[in-house]
């Protein structure tokens, strides 16, 4: 058995000295030709390994160098130096894997996030990137814990979909077919599908919400948590091509039930980070408060990460309907004195995200849940509101709003009333034929229900304080990328 080591990260919180163990992991640093800093990700500390001058062969210590893999014995004594309380007196060192010290692109020195994206197989070696994906880890480990212990069932659904339905975004066509021209094609010269491996047009799902309702119409409460693909060709620092989704989707919710759970949700995960995560969030919080010193005093934040993540744990959302937000927004200052790139003028139209980082960084302050948006601006599966005034037709949606990332959450109460349902399809052009599935359910036994979906990097930036979103996934696809 070759796995006999221990953590790095029991190591150093063990209490006990004078006993013998082993660890391996990557050389961060050697210094004095004495000092081995080693790290295996369990922790960002390293632990520090003390070769005795004159123990080692020269030969071996040559290869003691930064990335290199080692395995060392030794004794745990405590700690001379500063920095910790204990560290390994050396027994025995051996090479796992030689690095060269010259080629090797991490050097023990701070490097670009910007750089640090190309060489994306090697920065997980970072403390950075030790600590952003250790936290994102907790995080999903935390989705799964919230919903099981709420007695959700976790659904799978497709990744191959034959249907946009939700007009979601632009989509990955899936197909076997030849791209060389070469296509079958039907007689006004479009591409028969009929003939590609699924007898039909496939794209990558873009949502896995349609299908997280039929099981819903089942098990009362579920949830989704899957890889989503939009081509949306925006390079923007909250979106991705690939991105991963929570959807819970619950019979017998209305919008307000559906609010309560996603705020009760988003404090739960960042809670369980908190108390999980905490060495690596204020390492990330320093690393953050670091990075902001560059900034002009306006452009700073106004609180600590660790304090903004307490703060959104302990303090309400804000609840605020669109008609609300568009008068606040209307007599801002930010709208009189034309600062906004697109002016509010009238009731009706989308919120930009410079009006959602408005309403949440300067107006309220704290995140926001957005309810009751235009039907006009909404998807088709939203729930008309009765009783609306003439021309102001809302929808039951819901949109959550984080400072310094805008839309995290996007949900809403799902029409079940069929009539309406295929009212606003015919009206927004979405084929009921291809939806025969969904619309059934609205046919046997439907009920009110509602779900919102999560988009989890935006999640992970939010807690990590990554400005980023391509810094919080470990291999980020978007426009002209798709390295790794
Ligand atoms: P946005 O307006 O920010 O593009 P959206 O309205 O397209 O968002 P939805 O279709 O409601 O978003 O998707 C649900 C959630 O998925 C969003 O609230 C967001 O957290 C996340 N999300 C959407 N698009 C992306 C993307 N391209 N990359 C990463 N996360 C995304
Ligand atoms: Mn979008």
Redesign the pocket.
């Known amino acids: 058995m070759f796995n006999k080591r221990m953590r790095i990260k029991e190591l150093l919180a063990s209490e006990s000295t004078n006993y013998e163990t082993t660890v391996m992991g990557w050389v961060r640093t050697f210094r004095n030709n004495q000092f081995i800093a080693l790290n295996d990700g369990s922790t960002n500390h390293n632990i520090q390994i003390v070769a005795a001058l004159g123990k080692f062969e020269e030969d071996l210590l040559k290869r003691i160098t930064t990335g290199a893999c080692i395995k060392a014995t030794g004794e745990v004594i405590p700690s001379l130096g500063k920095g910790q309380r204990v560290e390994l007196k050396a027994i025995s060192i051996e090479i796992l894997g030689d690095s060269d010290a010259e080629k090797f692109p991490l050097q023990p020195k701070k490097h670009s996030l910007e750089f640090l994206r190309e060489i994306a197989h090697l920065r997980f070696r970072t403390n950075t990137f030790g600590a952003i994906f250790r936290v994102r880890h907790t995080l999903a480990f935390a989705v799964h814990k919230f919903f099981n212990d709420k007695g959700f069932v976790y659904l799978h659904t497709p990744i191959i979909t034959a249907s946009d339905a939700?007009g979601?975004?632009e989509t990955f066509r899936v197909t076997t077919l030849p791209i060389d021209g070469s296509a079958p094609k039907n007689e006004d010269g479009s591409i028969n599908f009929k003939e590609d491996f699924f007898g039909r047009s496939t794209n990558l799902t873009?949502?896995g919400q349609l299908e997280g309702e039929l099981a819903a119409m089942a098990f009362s409460d579920i949830y989704t948590f899957g890889p989503?693909f939009?081509a949306?060709n925006?390079n923007t620092a909250?979106?991705?091509?690939e991105?991963w989704?929570i959807e819970p989707e619950m019979a017998f919710y209305d919008l307000e039930d559906n609010a309560n759970l996603a705020e009760a949700f988003i404090k739960f995960i960042i809670g369980y980070a908190l108390e999980h995560n905490k060495e690596d969030l204020e390492f990330l919080a320093q690393r953050l408060a670091e990075e902001e010193k560059a900034l002009p005093q306006d452009k700073r934040s106004e609180l600590g990460l660790m304090e903004k993540l307490d703060f959104v744990v302990n303090n309400d959302f804000e609840r605020v309907t669109y008609t609300e937000a568009i008068d606040i927004l209307r007599e801002s200052n930010h709208n009189k004195k034309k600062k906004f790139q697109y002016l509010i003028d009238k009731w009706g139209i989308d919120l930009q995200?410079e009006h959602e980082r408005y309403l949440v960084e300067k107006h309220f302050k704290k995140p926001v849940i957005l309810t009751n948006y235009p039907a006009e601006i909404k998807a088709f599966y939203m729930r008309q509101n009765d009783g609306c005034e003439p021309g102001r037709q809302t929808v039951a949606a819901m949109?959550?709003l984080a400072p310094g990332i805008?839309?995290?959450?996007?949900?809403s109460q799902r029409e079940e009333r069929l009539d309406k349902l295929e009212q606003r399809m015919k009206e927004m052009n979405i084929p009921t034929e291809d939806l025969w599935w969904y619309l059934d359910t609205r046919k046997f036994g439907a009920c009110p229900h509602a779900g919102?979906?999560?988009?989890?990097?935006?999640?992970v930036q939010f807690v990590t304080g990554m400005g980023n979103?391509r810094d919080v996934i470990p291999f980020p696809r978007y426009p002209k990328t798709a390295e790794f």
Request: glycine residues 18%; hydrophobic residues 40%.
């Open positions: 939700e979601a975004g873009v949502s989503t939009r949306e925006s909250r979106h991705l091509a991105f989704m995200s949109d959550i805008g839309e995290i959450v996007g949900g919102f979906g999560l988009g989890f990097e935006r999640l979103i």
